[in-house]
């Protein structure tokens, strides 16, 4: 990604208000949307993208070994973020737009796949390599970071309004 482009998301980024007070009192049709929309975009749009970036990275630099190393955990991370996803689709978020309590099975899967996938530690150690300086890798720990923070609101989301609200149905 180039830094113009960059730039640009960093604009709209800042220029985002934040949707959690407004998802507390939507109908939830409106949350439903707003989450499946957002797996969406880690799916087919930052997932994508920072792969790309990662795979740059790995050629830019090919006398660091731990890079490919790092970027494995990436796809791990990528992997179980997916299941995770598809799993939330099918379970929580099915009860919620029903506003039906989950049936003990499902929750019995669900809890056993409903840690939450995230970055930080795939992050921690990207900004521990040599390469951590270049502007290229500067560039990608924005858009890991981003990409955490925006895990970090949409977990909330789902904790404080889906599951919440699944809970005091029972
Ligand atoms: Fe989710
Ligand atoms: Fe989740």
């Known amino acids: 990604m180039g830094i113009k482009q960059h730039l640009k998301e960093e604009l709209l980024y800042k220029s985002k208000l934040p949707t ?26 930052l997932i994508p993208r920072i792969e790309q970036n990662f795979t740059s990275l790995i050629k830019h630099f090919p006398q660091l070994p731990t890079l ?12 179980s973020l997916k299941i995770h996803m598809a799993i ?23 809890s056993e796949e409903h ?10 150690l990207i900004e521990k390599e040599p390469c951590a300086k270049n502007t290229f890798c500067r560039v990608l720990i924005t858009q890991l970071k981003r990409f955490e923070e925006e895990l970090l609101e949409h977990a909330w989301i789902e904790e404080n309004i889906i599951n919440k609200r699944i809970k005091q149905l029972k």
């Open 20 to 45: 959690r007070y407004f998802l507390v009192n939507a109908k939830p049709s409106v949350v439903i949307d707003y989450l499946k929309a957002s797996h969406w975009r880690y799916e087919y749009e």
């Open 68 to 79: 490919p190393v790092i970027f494995n955990l990436f796809i791990k991370f990528e992997v």
């Open 115 to 124: 840690e939450e996938p995230f970055l930080a530690e795939i992050i921690s």
């Open 88 to 110: 939330e689709e099918e379970g929580i978020y099915r009860k919620f737009l029903e506003q039906k309590n989950c049936n003990h099975s499902l929750e019995h899967v669900h």
